[in-house]
Protein backbone atom coordinates (compact mmCIF):
# COMPACT_ATOMS: atom_id res chain seq x y z
CA UNK A 1 0.00 0.00 0.00
CA UNK A 2 1.13 3.63 -0.76
CA UNK A 3 2.14 5.97 2.13
CA UNK A 4 1.09 9.23 1.30
CA UNK A 5 3.59 10.49 4.65
CA UNK A 6 6.39 9.18 2.37
CA UNK A 7 8.72 9.54 -0.78
CA UNK A 8 7.17 13.16 -0.58
CA UNK A 9 8.92 15.42 -3.31
CA UNK A 10 8.96 19.04 -3.89
CA UNK A 11 6.62 20.98 -6.01
CA UNK A 12 9.40 22.47 -8.00
CA UNK A 13 9.78 18.60 -9.43
CA UNK A 14 6.96 18.86 -11.52
CA UNK A 15 8.43 22.66 -13.05
CA UNK A 16 11.65 21.38 -13.34
CA UNK A 17 11.93 17.99 -14.21
CA UNK A 18 8.73 17.24 -15.70
CA UNK A 19 10.04 15.37 -18.32
CA UNK A 20 11.69 12.48 -16.06
CA UNK A 21 8.49 12.76 -13.57
CA UNK A 22 6.42 11.54 -16.20
CA UNK A 23 8.99 8.86 -17.52
CA UNK A 24 9.04 7.66 -13.95
CA UNK A 25 5.17 7.60 -13.51
CA UNK A 26 4.82 5.71 -16.30
CA UNK A 27 7.19 3.20 -15.74
CA UNK A 28 6.39 2.69 -12.29
CA UNK A 29 2.86 3.40 -12.33
CA UNK A 30 2.95 4.28 -8.73
CA UNK A 31 1.78 8.14 -8.08
CA UNK A 32 4.45 10.70 -6.78
CA UNK A 33 3.24 12.78 -3.78
CA UNK A 34 3.89 16.14 -3.87
CA UNK A 35 4.56 18.91 -1.56
CA UNK A 36 4.16 22.27 -1.09
CA UNK A 37 5.60 24.35 2.08
CA UNK A 38 6.45 20.49 3.54
CA UNK A 39 2.82 19.35 3.25
CA UNK A 40 1.74 16.56 0.88
CA UNK A 41 -0.78 18.30 -1.33
CA UNK A 42 -1.09 17.27 -4.76
CA UNK A 43 -1.02 13.39 -5.75
CA UNK A 44 0.35 12.69 -10.14
CA UNK A 45 -0.46 9.54 -11.52
CA UNK A 46 0.01 8.12 -15.25
CA UNK A 47 -3.33 8.34 -16.69
CA UNK A 48 -3.63 3.96 -17.28
CA UNK A 49 -2.94 3.42 -13.46
CA UNK A 50 -5.71 6.70 -12.52
CA UNK A 51 -8.11 4.65 -14.67
CA UNK A 52 -7.40 1.19 -13.00
CA UNK A 53 -8.19 3.36 -9.63
CA UNK A 54 -11.29 3.98 -11.11
CA UNK A 55 -12.34 0.66 -12.29
CA UNK A 56 -11.68 -0.51 -8.56
CA UNK A 57 -13.44 1.70 -7.21
CA UNK A 58 -16.66 1.44 -9.90
CA UNK A 59 -16.22 -2.64 -8.24
CA UNK A 60 -15.86 -1.79 -5.01
CA UNK A 61 -18.38 0.72 -4.71
CA UNK A 62 -21.74 0.30 -5.93
CA UNK A 63 -22.59 4.33 -6.82
CA UNK A 64 -19.28 5.11 -8.37
CA UNK A 65 -20.04 1.80 -10.91
CA UNK A 66 -23.55 3.55 -11.99
CA UNK A 67 -22.18 6.85 -11.67
CA UNK A 68 -19.44 5.88 -14.25
CA UNK A 69 -22.35 3.97 -16.72
CA UNK A 70 -24.39 7.36 -16.48
CA UNK A 71 -21.21 9.02 -17.51
CA UNK A 72 -20.23 6.24 -20.51
CA UNK A 73 -24.15 6.52 -21.51
CA UNK A 74 -24.00 10.64 -21.56
CA UNK A 75 -20.93 10.26 -23.54
CA UNK A 76 -22.34 7.67 -26.33
CA UNK A 77 -20.36 4.57 -25.07
CA UNK A 78 -23.00 2.79 -24.47
CA UNK A 79 -26.19 0.89 -26.13
CA UNK A 80 -29.59 -0.55 -25.37
CA UNK A 81 -29.15 -4.58 -24.14
CA UNK A 82 -32.04 -5.46 -26.84
CA UNK A 83 -29.61 -4.35 -29.65
CA UNK A 84 -26.65 -6.19 -28.03
CA UNK A 85 -28.86 -9.51 -27.26
CA UNK A 86 -30.24 -8.65 -31.10
CA UNK A 87 -27.04 -9.10 -32.38
CA UNK A 88 -25.67 -11.70 -30.56
CA UNK A 89 -28.59 -13.76 -31.76
CA UNK A 90 -27.89 -12.85 -35.45
CA UNK A 91 -24.09 -13.51 -35.16
CA UNK A 92 -24.89 -16.67 -33.34
CA UNK A 93 -28.37 -18.07 -35.09
CA UNK A 94 -30.17 -18.19 -31.77
CA UNK A 95 -33.53 -17.92 -32.78
CA UNK A 96 -35.74 -14.81 -30.81
Known sequence: MIDVTQDVQPLN???ERSAE??????????PV???VDAETRIVVQE?????RLLDLAA???EQEGVRQGDE???AGRSRPA???FDEMRRKYGIPG
Open 13 to 15: LLR
Open 21 to 30: LIEHLVTSRQ
Open 33 to 35: MLA
Open 47 to 51: AAAYQ
Open 59 to 61: EAD
Open 72 to 74: DEA
Open 82 to 84: SEV
